[in-house]
Nanobody
Framework: VQLQAFGGGLVQAGDSLRLSCAAS????????MGWFRQPPGQEREFVAT????????NYADSVKGRFTISRDNAKNTLYLQMNSLKPEDTAVYYC??????????????????WGQGTQVTVSS
């Protein structure tokens, strides 16, 4: 599966933004999906994951209650709705796909396919 993330941009603290990740190829609906991010000068980190059927999600503590991961398997698209954005949310955001395994897996090395990343910058 090939992934393309988009929807990033420059926003102010408190604003909202929705990221999308378009998937092409076969069987998007069979993949557990995740969003990860890499803040400037830091390692990439887990943000949220979602089960292949959209029934369950898992979030990093830093975004819980503010971000919502969802997917539309009919449109082969993954989403990340980000509300109440903070300057510390500034990062390059990546979508990733994993064939099999646990939907709540936060280890990036277990994900098989990655999008190219989209920049989110939150000003104070």
């Amino acid at each position: 599966v090939q992934l393309q993330a988009f929807g990033g941009g420059l926003v102010q603290a408190g604003d909202s933004l929705r990221l999308s990740c378009a998937a092409s190829g076969r069987a998007f609906s069979s993949y557990n999906m995740g969003w990860f991010r890499q803040p400037p000068g830091q390692e990439r980190e887990f943000v949220a994951t979602i089960r292949w059927n959209g029934g369950y999600g898992n979030y990093a503590d830093s975004v819980k209650g503010r971000f919502t991961i969802s997917r539309d398997n009919a449109k082969n698209t993954l989403y990340l709705q980000m509300n109440s954005l903070k300057p510390e949310d500034t990062a390059v955001y990546y979508c990733a796909a994993r064939s099999g395994g646990a939907y709540y897996d936060t280890a990036e090395w277990n994900y098989d396919y990655w999008g190219q990343g989209t920049q989110v910058t939150v000003s104070s």
